[in-house]
Nanobody, 123 residues
Framework: QVQLVESGGGLVQAGESLRLSCVAS????????MGWFRQVPGKEREFVAS????????FYADSVKLRFTISRDNAKNTVYLQMNSLKPEDTANYYC????????????????WGQGTQVTVSS
């Protein structure tokens, strides 16, 4: 089992930045590709970004490219999501996920999930 705990969410104004963190425990962190997803009530959980276990490969949803950056520190068992130029449409609950089947962009490729951290962007 892998336990994931997100932090860093909050209320910001449009144009501001936030950095989300997700700390993993329970298994060897570097054996897992990591991802961030987000969800608003009544909608499907959607892909935001993912990073390979070594950190060299990343993928982004088109809606966040050039604004968000995913990174990881395997020594700290932590994955980050730096979010710049935030928009009201970025408002959602953000979830961290871990998967061992290869870096992916769909939620079915991830096996473990955190509880989420809320990000609210006001206009």
């Amino acid at each position: 089992q892998v336990q994931l705990v997100e932090s860093g969410g909050g209320l910001v104004q449009a144009g501001e930045s936030l950095r989300l963190s997700c700390v993993a425990s329970g298994r060897t962190f570097s054996n897992y590709d990591m991802g961030w997803f987000r969800q608003v009530p009544g909608k499907e959980r959607e892909f935001v970004a993912s990073v390979s276990r070594g950190g060299r490969s990343t993928f982004y949803a088109d809606s966040v490219k050039l604004r968000f950056t995913i990174s990881r520190d395997n020594a700290k068992n932590t994955v980050y999501l730096q979010m710049n130029s935030l928009k009201p449409e970025d408002t959602a609950n953000y979830y961290c996920a871990a998967g061992a089947a290869g870096i992916g962009i769909v939620k079915e490729q991830f096996d473990y999930w955190g509880q989420g951290t809320q990000v609210t962007v006001s206009s």
